[in-house]
């Protein structure tokens, strides 16, 4: 009876020896840190008009601050599985930010990941924000970027999607493309709170293409920042690298119900590796209401950065936003209600800070 137990539990041990070889796994924790000092030489009051110049802290000032934790199984035959969990932090007080208010607001997901592409199931980015990312030759910055003249329009909706299911094709020569579908949630009514959307892109040697598509229904549950509107919006663009210098354009329309947006955004900027430790970029975005074209915004902005090393940098950024009519296009977000509307005319915003990498 003994000699049995005693074989048996060899053999489950070999098991799990076994196991342990084939699936090796790890969990990585991830960051960034981001603040500086903001000054903006308007904002907009809650009347619309002039409310004063605004100069203080700024957390993520050209990056969100987030941490996060990564995790990969290897399953073998070329399988992984994998969770992400993100969440955004402010420097300023030590809260949420970034984050729409949750502990894990940013991201939230786990999925597989082999040779026919990658399904993940939680909060994700959507595959048109994806697209917003890839075109943007500023990275997203939190001041002057795609960041902000998509946040102006959708708020958080499109970029915070709660109950995705989302699949990434892997790329056959030079394509790829994705599409996910955010189920709402409410019961006795399917339509209400559901997303979908995807996207397609093309990458040939320095020549990339790339266009999206999203289209949300409101309802669902509600976030601090609204992830819910009822948006259909559109982006395509291409980008080229020369050398140092990346070029980009694009094309993107904003329509949300209910409130008379349909703007649409024209976009062209550089981003240039001047030498190995100083990158500078710049963008231009010309905003328009197709439903009434005398609402419009002109929007400009560059940036420096200069990398003390691999994890750490210095940047400055300059915005100026022109705003006509009904438009009231702001310059950054890290003080978002402050800075993300604007009032009529122009205004100037100015930010330097350090952000480091973990």
Request: aromatic share 10%; charged share 10%.
């Amino acid at each position: 009876m003994k000699s049995n137990l005693r074989k048996s539990a060899l053999a489950v041990s070999a098991m799990i020896l076994a196991t342990a070889a084939h699936a090796q796994s790890s969990v990585t924790l991830y960051g960034i840190v981001d603040a500086g000092v903001m000054y903006m030489s308007k904002t907009r009051n809650a009347t619309g008009g002039n409310g004063g110049k605004f100069i203080g802290f700024t957390d993520s000032g050209e990056a969100p601050s987030v941490f996060g934790l990564k995790g990969d199984e290897d399953l073998g035959g070329g399988m992984h599985a994998e969770f992400n969990l993100e969440s955004g932090i402010n420097l300023g007080n030590g809260g949420f930010n970034n984050s729409n208010g949750n502990l894990f607001g940013r991201q939230a997901w786990v999925g597989v990941r082999g040779n026919l592409g990658t399904l993940r199931a939680g909060l994700q980015y959507s595959p048109f924000f994806d697209v917003v990312w890839e075109a943007d030759p500023r990275g997203l910055s939190q001041l002057g970027s795609n960041l902000v003249v998509y946040s102006y329009n959708a708020l958080g909706t499109g970029v915070f999607n709660s109950n995705m299911i989302k699949y990434d094709s892997p790329v056959i020569a030079g394509l790829q493309g994705s599409v996910m579908l955010a189920l709402g949630g409410v019961a006795g009514d399917f339509q209400a709170g559901r997303q979908y959307s995807a996207n397609l892109q093309y990458h040939w040697r320095d020549l990339g293409v790339f266009a999206a598509y999203y289209n949300g229904n409101t309802g669902g549950a509600m976030t601090p920042l609204p992830t819910n509107l009822g948006m259909q919006a559109r982006i395509i663009g291409a980008s080229y690298k020369f050398d140092a210098l990346t070029a980009k354009a694009s094309f993107t329309n904003y329509k949300m119900a209910g409130s008379g947006i349909n703007n649409n955004v024209y976009n062209v900027g550089v981003d240039f590796m001047a030498t190995p430790v100083i990158d500078l970029n710049a963008g231009v975005w010309y905003m328009v209401n197709r439903d009434d074209t005398s609402s419009k915004s002109l929007l400009g902005a560059v940036g420096a950065n200069y990398f003390l090393s691999r994890r750490t940098g210095i940047y400055t950024q300059v915005g100026v936003v022109n705003n006509k009519g009904g438009q009231n296009l702001g310059l950054a977000m890290g003080e978002a209600p402050t800075t993300l509307y604007a009032p009529a005319g122009t205004t100037v915003g100015v930010n330097v800070g350090i952000r480091h990498l973990f």
